[in-house]
């Protein structure tokens, strides 16, 4: 057994606390000429403040002091980089997606609530995982979920009825949409019935629940905690964690070991096999991509998994992740959006009017549910939808950090704190950068002078010329949904 002797634990501890200081400063000093607010603490920087107020209205404050491109103090006096600029995002996302992963302690986290799934790869592994899911998302596999996503909604406002019975009084929307879109996900993605709705008692649906209050612990110790995680090697936090987890990591842990037995038992009933067997698809065993009994996104992909290249086809891990990624990243995002939208909706009266008359009139042609196609004739509805995602995106920002020196482009320029105008911003490995979504969604230079009203109708100029040149989003050059490679899916 290997013994240290105090002088070895003394040298260890010197030379740890040398290079991690050496390692800011470097950090640091890439970013010196730049902008930004300071910081009331050297522990916390401002990342506390960053997640216990509100994220966009602090961000468009600092945004409109110190431009697009500034350092923002996080904890122990380092120094991140806020993008908001569409060039320099457009790198980032884009252009040299390789050199910029997520941050490395974020995809520690991100590997424990999802699994090896779509969130977590990089690189080649991203490009097979994407080709093997998207099958299953194609335009034309979504809209036969659109009588499941109508039967749905048709269920939550007869709860809204009963729950109103003719008397005017005030519903909280937001948790029922949460529900709502939790059984559609679960149905849509794995055929999985959570029965949110009906308020089922359900071992994952608690589980997730488990998971999302750790989120509502906001002490300070937990930001630091955090923070500190940043510079623990993998091998070492992977060796606790599997030996001598903390608390919020059973947690994490038991949602992922639900999701993954309850992704395979899905499978099992479906007479689906991972390991490329058969599959009762009365065609003697061969793969059919969208046809058989279900059409469940874990269905179609198993079924393209298997007329993949063997050696490009996803593990059964990789598969099974995919069950707790889906559930994760579909829920609450579309929950919260479609509150956004009912917000704004009851906040503008004129558009709600609108969009009332327009469904009223697709009703009375259709009273049975609407096609994609009538959807899509909803115009005011369309911009509706579109304001509301530019002005209310739920990520508000992405993390990532760069795993080489580069120079980010800005396609507007900044100017330092020497009064220098920059066209570009230099950068040192390791460096970490914050995508800063609500402030481009409201950049004036794209959106226009009003960018920080609610003004749907700007989308019908802005779609035919938009006043960028640089097109980052992947929808209406929004940022909400991201962009890129990496971008939603769903
Ligand atoms: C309004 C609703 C939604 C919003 C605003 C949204 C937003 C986003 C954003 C910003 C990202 C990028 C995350 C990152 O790079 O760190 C993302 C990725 C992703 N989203 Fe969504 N999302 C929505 C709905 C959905 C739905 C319904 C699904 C599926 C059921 C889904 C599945 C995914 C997946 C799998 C990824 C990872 C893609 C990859 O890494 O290649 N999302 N989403």
Redesign the pocket.
């Known amino acids: 057994m290997l013994v240290l002797s105090r002088v070895d634990l003394a040298v260890t501890a010197f030379s740890l606390i040398l290079f991690s200081s050496l390692y800011l400063i470097k950090r640091r000093s890439a970013l010196n000429a730049l902008r930004g607010p300071r910081a009331s603490s050297y522990l916390l920087g401002h990342e506390h403040d960053l997640r216990t107020k509100r994220v966009d209205e602090v961000l468009f404050q600092w945004s409109k002091e110190y431009g697009t491109a500034y350092k923002l103090p996080g904890c122990f006096g380092e120094n991140v980089l806020v993008i908001s600029d569409p060039r320099a995002i457009h790198r980032v ?1 884009q252009e040299s997606l390789q050199d910029y992963p ?1 941050a490395a302690d974020l995809r520690r986290l991100i590997k424990m609530i999802f699994g090896r ?3 977590w ?1 990089k690189g080649e592994d ?1 490009k097979r ?2 080709r093997v ?1 998207s099958p299953a ?1 194609s335009m034309d596999h979504m809209r036969q979920f659109l009588p499941l996503f109508q039967s749905h909604v048709n269920y939550l406002s007869e709860k809204w009825d009963n729950a109103l019975q003719g008397k005017s009084q005030t519903i909280d929307v937001i948790p029922w949409l949460h529900k709502m ?1 939790l059984d559609i ?1 679960g149905e ?2 794995f055929n999985y019935h959570f029965d949110a709705l009906e308020g089922k008692p359900n071992e994952l649906t608690k589980a997730l629940y488990d998971i999302e209050k750790l989120g509502e612990d906001s002490s300070p110790t937990i930001t630091l905690a955090q923070a500190i995680m940043r510079y623990i090697p993998e091998s070492v936090s992977s060796w606790q964690g599997d030996h001598f987890p903390m608390s919020t990591e059973k947690v994490i842990k038991r949602y992922l070991r639900l999701s993954t037995e309850r992704a395979r038992e899905v499978l099992k009933e479906a007479g689906l096999y991972l390991d490329h067997r058969t599959v009762d698809n009365g065609n003697d065993g061969a793969p059919a991509i969208g046809t058989g009994r279900e059409k469940d ?1 874990l269905s179609i992909l198993v079924r393209a998994n298997w007329v993949e290249d063997p050696r490009k086809r996803l593990s059964e891990e990789e598969i099974l992740a ?1 069950m707790s ?3 994760q ?3 609450h ?2 929950g ?3 509150s956004w939208i009912l917000y704004e909706l009851a906040a503008h009266p004129e558009d709600q009017a609108k969009v009332y008359e327009e469904i009223k009139q697709l009703r009375e042609r259709n009273p049975e549910g609407f096609t994609s196609s009538e959807y899509d004739s909803m115009n005011h509805f369309t911009l509706v939808i579109k304001e509301a ?1 530019r002005f209310r ?3 508000p920002t ?2 990532r950090e760069a795993s080489k020196d580069d120079v980010l482009p800005l396609e507007f320029p900044i100017f330092c704190k020497d009064g220098k105008r920059i066209e570009a911003v230099p950068i040192g490995k390791g460096q970490r950068i914050k995508v800063d ?1 609500s402030t481009y969604n409201r950049l004036q230079n794209i959106w226009g002078e009003d960018a920080n009203s609610w003004n749907p109708k700007r989308f019908e100029v802005i779609d035919s010329s938009t006043k960028t040149k640089t097109q980052v989003g992947l929808f209406a050059n929004l ?4 962009g890129g ?6």
């Open positions: 996302l997520e799934g779509v969130l790869v991203h995982h994407r899911l998302f879109t996900v849509s993605a996104i995919q990624t889906l559930i990243a579909g829920h995002t579309t919260y959006t479609l995602l995106p739920v990520v992405l993390e979504i940022l909400t949904f991201s490679p990496k971008g939603c899916i769903g």
